[in-house]
């Protein structure tokens, strides 16, 4: 089965600070997700990364940064938190291009 | 028009009941579709994965997908308390990176 983990479920932070967001997957997916998830927005996509050192904005990428150095880690930075990036933080991982996503447990983030 | 749509529900049904959810799509070009459960707190869990036309079963869960309708649904038999969660329909258009998540329908199963 594919694993994927996020390296914490819940996460307080300030404002101004600077956050990341790690996700690590098991399965040699070449893609990445990240997503964060709201009451009545549903899933948004962040960034999505196809390849080492490849990314790709999603839908709403503003405020926020990727790095995938390695073939397994995907991570997530708040460059300036803020309170509005009060959140669920979902990563995804994916083999081929029909195959389904798989979630990490989530990280929830609040900025204080 | 969104380009998955659900309706946002609540769906509530009796305990051993079936529960219909319904999605439509867009994309007349899109190949893959999914159904993910969500328990609140938690992360989607993929459940149903169906790449043709027609029905595929897995336990209590059976899949339909009609293309030319573009048109897919999740049917659960013998509906339980613990299958009260949202879900989530999915779709991967051809040749695209990006998943295209509907909003969620939420289900009430009623003991």
């Known amino acids: 089965d594919v694993k994927v983990t996020q390296s914490s479920r819940y996460l307080v932070k300030r404002t101004g600070e600077k956050v990341f967001l790690e996700c690590v997957q098991d399965m040699d997916h070449e893609n990445m997700f990240w997503y964060r998830q709201d009451p009545g927005l549903g899933l948004r996509l962040i960034y999505f990364?196809?390849?080492?050192?490849?990314?790709e904005k999603g839908d709403i990428p503003e405020g926020y940064s990727v790095s995938r150095e390695k073939k397994e880690r995907f991570s997530l930075i708040l460059e300036s938190a803020s309170t509005n990036q009060t959140s669920m933080y979902l990563c995804?991982?994916?083999?081929?291009?029909?195959?389904?996503?798989?979630f990490g447990d989530g990280t929830r983030l609040s900025i204080l | 028009q969104k380009e998955v749509e659900q309706n946002s529900g609540p769906l509530s049904v009796p305990e051993g009941a079936i529960a219909s959810l319904n999605c439509t799509y867009s994309d007349r070009v899109s190949q893959s579709f999914f159904w993910y459960r969500q328990y609140s707190g938690k992360s989607p869990e993929l459940i149903m994965s169906?790449?043709?036309?027609g029905d595929k079963e897995d336990g209590r869960f059976t899949a339909q997908l009609n293309k030319a309708s573009q048109y897919v649904s999740l049917l659960i038999r013998d509906s339980q308390p613990s299958d009260s969660a949202t879900y989530l329909c999915?779709?991967?258009?051809?040749?695209?990176?990006?998943?295209?998540f509907g909003a969620g329908t939420r289900l009430f199963v009623k003991a």
């Open positions: 995804a991982g994916r083999g081929p291009i029909n195959q389904p996503q798989h």
């Open positions: 999915a779709v991967n258009r051809k040749g695209g990176f990006k998943t295209i």
């Open positions: 169906i790449y043709s036309n």
């Open positions: 990364s196809y390849d080492v050192k490849m990314k």
